[in-house]
């Protein structure tokens, strides 16, 4: 935002693409990290969409992008970390919830670590507490059931019928953060928020570990250097050359990166490393069969 509202000379040629265009055909233009898993549900022969991290701009990303793609609801929300660009969007999930003036509607699974969860009834108690005061108005809030998931890859839990493990890694030396692996048939690991992977993480996730992952989604927030709470290109990459995914989107890049002219740059990359790896971008839709 600095740059279109004190533009520097020659103006950030990213930021000033970002609004030039509309969002479907503008690769630049990011909002926060988050994905939305569309799963086939045999035991009800329905389509689940769940929902990992809903931050400062998810209402901005229904309206772009769950009606660009049919979206109709979110069924059950995962959640990486409880920073402002991982939960502060979630007072809007009412309004993908079905309308009650009363609340009374089934409530929304969130699945979260007990740390997240303190944090939860800190910032949010008004969609935490269950109990009203005698004489307390009804307001109408987002309805969540609350789930403690635990920051270990041992302990897989279920949202909306898909098996999910939480992936443990630091964003930071001093805060874990959760990445998640899901998929029977093809492996896809999410990790948006990381500046390290532990040993017992990376085993999980990597072709000489537990398996190769079919898709890896992954943290670059700068083009070069590093960075003390996420991985940047050089660690992102190196990070890839490690674990040997069959593919690689990478997330979470700042105004560094140009859509286009940096993947001309990851394409070539790829040929010589022999590994997919591209910027992923909002809006991007991934068929694989989970």
């Not at 009203?132 to 279920?158: S, T, Y």
């Amino acid at each position: 935002m600095r740059c279109l509202i004190d533009p520097s000379d020659p103006p950030c040629s990213v930021c000033a693409q970002s609004l030039s265009l509309p969002p479907h055909l503008n690769s630049n233009y990011r909002c926060n990290t988050s994905l939305l898993i569309q799963s086939y549900s045999e035991a009800d022969a329905t389509h689940k969409y769940i929902l990992i991290d809903a931050g400062k701009t998810f209402r901005e990303a229904v309206l772009r992008w769950f009606v660009f793609h049919s979206i109709p609801r979110v069924d059950s929300i995962l959640l990486t970390h409880e920073h402002a660009d991982a939960v502060l969007g979630l007072d809007d999930i009412r309004a993908v919830q079905p309308f009650s003036p009363t609340n009374d509607i089934d409530p929304t699974p969130v699945y979260l670590t007990q740390h997240s969860m303190d944090s939860m009834e800190r910032v949010f108690p008004y969609l935490v507490q269950k109990k009203h005061r005698e004489g307390q108005e009804i307001r109408r809030v987002a309805q969540f059931c609350w789930n403690i998931i635990a920051d270990d890859c041992n302990q897989p839990f279920f949202a909306s019928g898909l098996k999910l493990t939480p992936l443990p890694v630091m964003h930071g030396e001093d805060y874990i953060c959760l990445g998640f692996l899901f998929g029977e048939k093809n492996r896809v690991a999410y990790i948006s928020d990381v500046s390290r992977i532990p040993a017992n993480t990376e085993y999980v996730i990597s072709k000489s570990g537990a398996g190769q992952l079919d898709l890896l989604i992954l943290d670059a927030l700068r083009k070069t250097g590093s960075h003390n709470v996420h991985f940047c290109l050089p660690q992102a990459l190196e990070t890839v050359k490690r674990l040997c995914p069959k593919q690689t989107l990478l997330i979470g890049m700042t105004h560094e990166f140009d859509h286009h002219k940096d993947n001309e740059f990851l394409m070539e990359w790829s040929r010589r490393e022999g590994l997919s790896v591209q910027l992923a971008h909002d809006g991007l839709r991934v068929p694989i069969n989970l």
